[in-house]
């Protein structure tokens, strides 16, 4: 109620394209609480500058993490920049990391202007005109 819909300042402000990827990752640092914590889970979707994962552990926006990538074992300080919904006892919380790191994932981002129409995405797909995995 009284929220407004465009209201969604987070997606405004977002500065790559967000790609929907399952990463393993490891995160650590603390709770609401103050307690130690080390959870480890899949990002839903991942950017140049962080990603949005789902946890159990509950994190205070702003706080300190280190998000490691489970095949790479890098490490990475983020902080936490948004705070999403909770579903089946997990919350969606979105992580921003220090300085950006768009080699930390090993994936090409496409540019913010992309669109599913850009002549990129119509030569890409030409490219694939079998869905076999051959």
Do not use: Y
């Not at 790609?19 to 609401?32: C, K, N, P, S, Y």
């Not at 949005?52 to 706080?63: I, P, Q």
């Not at 202007?113 to 030569?123: G, K, Y």
């Amino acid at each position: 109620m009284g929220q407004n819909p465009n209201g969604s300042s987070h997606v405004a402000r977002r500065r790559s394209q967000r790609v929907l990827m399952q990463v393993a990752v490891r995160i650590r640092g603390e709770d609401v609480q103050g307690k130690n914590i080390e959870e480890e889970t899949e990002t839903l979707a991942i950017n140049a500058h962080g990603a949005l994962v789902l946890m159990k552990a509950r994190l205070t926006s702003g706080s300190k993490v280190l998000l490691q990538h489970k095949r790479t074992q890098e490490e990475q300080e983020c902080h936490v920049a948004f705070l999403g919904p909770v579903r089946a006892g997990k919350a969606e919380i979105g992580l921003e990391f220090s300085s950006p790191r768009p080699a930390f994932w090993r994936v090409a981002f496409p540019p913010e202007d992309w669109t599913p129409r850009s002549p990129e995405a119509r030569t890409v797909a030409s490219h694939r005109g079998d869905k076999s995995q051959g």
